[in-house]
């Protein structure tokens, strides 16, 4: 008689790492946002409650992912892209739409809002997923209906304006395409020809070429370009050791987007080297955890959703910290799990849903299932 073997626990280490990060989210988040909301609601909290039942949804979506065999998420992979496509172009050309500081990226809808690119880069990936899982590529020829699809998504990231997101959307599918049979010389041929399209695009554009200016002299420019570059260090440089403590940061009155983008930098000044180590210790652990998850998956398909979700929370993190400490320009993104943002964080927690469904079903649980029945068995 044939046993069927039923899926095992979520990874503990992952949902550990999820949970600690969230937590120090909201901490943050409630610190860095207090000043701000009184000034505008006279009321310290009112952000920060927000946030928080943005994370209850969040948890309650997550709970939902662990639940929902992670196969299923291909059968509407068509469906997603073809959601993000249309909510990208209502972002472009309709009255619902929302813009802050210059960039239209979200929608109002009845009166939530909706940041739709959020949803594309979660789309994207379930939707390469299932096609290289199906048809694996080989030739120039099997890329175009892929890379159609991503370039489509790109371009309308790309002029709302958020050039982060876009380049956040192309190094991940660009990771995902390497798990091909495709030659490694398509790839570092495509490279230039990106360089010289993104350089020429920045450059055509004002304020993502004030931003390179900012960036490379930060200081020359404190009082304009490089005014967010420059505030990040103080916050860095006066947080010392142990940092000033939680609430008692100076920045925060002078720190550009504090309680999204440079959030960190808000944490180097409260809790110092040791508390951004901390932070980032657990961004290690969860990103090296949902890797060997997804290696560990029986199939091609979980282990390309796997690692292309993975990708996705890898390189924002990687991007936001390096953008925060100086080593890359300003682009806009925030930081998994720790910045505020509603659509950020709820699709960010249906991300570690589906990791831990995954994780569920990973070749060590299977084997120790199998083990169990056999010994059952024989006794």
Known sequence: MVQTIKPGK??????????ILLAIGLIMVLSASSVFSFNQTDNSYYLFLKQ???????????????????KHWKKISGLGILLSIVLLLLVKYSNIAVTVKGSTRWLNIMGISVQPSEIAKLSLIIFLAFILSRHPLKKMVDLIFPLTVIGVIMLLVFKQPDLGTTIVIMLACGAMLLMTELPILYFIGVIPILGI?????????????????????????????GYQSVNAQIAFGTGGLFGIGIGRSTEN????ENFTDTIFAVIGQEFGFFGTFLVLLFFVVLIARAYR???K???????LL????????????????????????????????????????????????ILLNISRYRQDTILNEETFIRNNANA
């Not at 979520?10 to 949970?19: E, I």
């Not at 399209?197 to 370009?225: C, M, V």
């Not at 924002?316 to 925030?334: A, D, K």
Request: proline letters at 6%.
């Open 10 to 19: 979520p990874d503990f280490l992952l949902l550990l790492a999820a949970v």
């Open 52 to 70: 928080l039942k943005w994370s209850f949804l969040g948890i309650f979506v997550s709970f939902i992912a662990v639940l929902i065999p992670y």
């Open 197 to 225: 399209i993104g350089l020429y695009l920045i450059k055509h554009e004002e304020y993502q070429w004030n931003r390179i200016l900012g960036w490379l002299d930060p200081w020359k420019y404190a009082s304009t370009y």
């Open 253 to 256: 009155a002078y720190l550009p």
């Open 293 to 295: 998850i997804s290696r």
């Open 297 to 303: 998956c029986p199939d091609r398909f979980g282990r």
């Open 306 to 353: 796997g690692f292309g979700i993975t990708s996705i929370l890898a390189i924002q993190t990687v991007v936001n910290l390096c953008v925060v400490t100086g080593l890359f320009p300003v682009t806009g993104l925030t930081l998994p799990l720790i910045s505020y943002g509603g659509s950020s964080l709820l699709i960010t927690m249906l991300e570690i849903g």
